[in-house]
């Protein structure tokens, strides 16, 4: 029986600096479609009887290793994407963040670990015209702008 593809469903965090020029993104790996990487929000999948806000609270906290002490939800975004060559869907509930500890991430960014593998973390500007790496999911970077 073939594999059946799913629509993921998940929590991501938009986190404006203190000077509200630029917000937090991990740097992913580099793919066939974006050969040099690419830029996300934080956070990930929505575990099955967990709601979306419970999500981003357990994904921040893997991720970044701080709570979360304010979020509002921003927008939910539709994201229809390939990786590698293979389709994906998701539906992104993406919320305005401020963290429990805003200096986890450092000026000069971080690696941090997600699921054991290295995740750098880096502010990217809020106004990323001209940015060499796409940002994911489509639909951040105004949100980002909207709030900085």
Do not use: C
């Amino acid at each position: 029986m073939a594999d059946k593809a799913h629509i993921r469903v998940k929590a991501m965090a938009v986190v404006v600096s203190a000077d509200g020029k630029t917000h937090a993104v991990a740097r992913l790996r580099p793919t066939a479609e974006n050969p040099h990487g690419y830029d996300r929000l934080i956070g990930g999948h929505i575990e099955p009887g967990e709601t979306a806000r419970e999500a981003l609270d357990r994904e921040v906290l893997e991720e970044l290793g701080t709570g979360v002490a304010e979020a509002r939800l921003l927008d939910v975004l539709e994201n229809i994407y390939r990786i590698n060559g293979r389709l994906g869907h998701e539906v992104v509930f993406v919320y305005a963040v401020r963290l429990d500890d805003p200096a986890v991430i450092p000026a000069e960014g971080k690696v941090f670990q997600d699921d054991g593998d290295p995740m750098p973390v880096r502010w990217r500007p809020v106004d990323d015209t001209g940015q060499s790496h796409p940002l994911y999911p489509p639909g951040a970077s105004e949100l980002a702008r909207a709030i900085a």
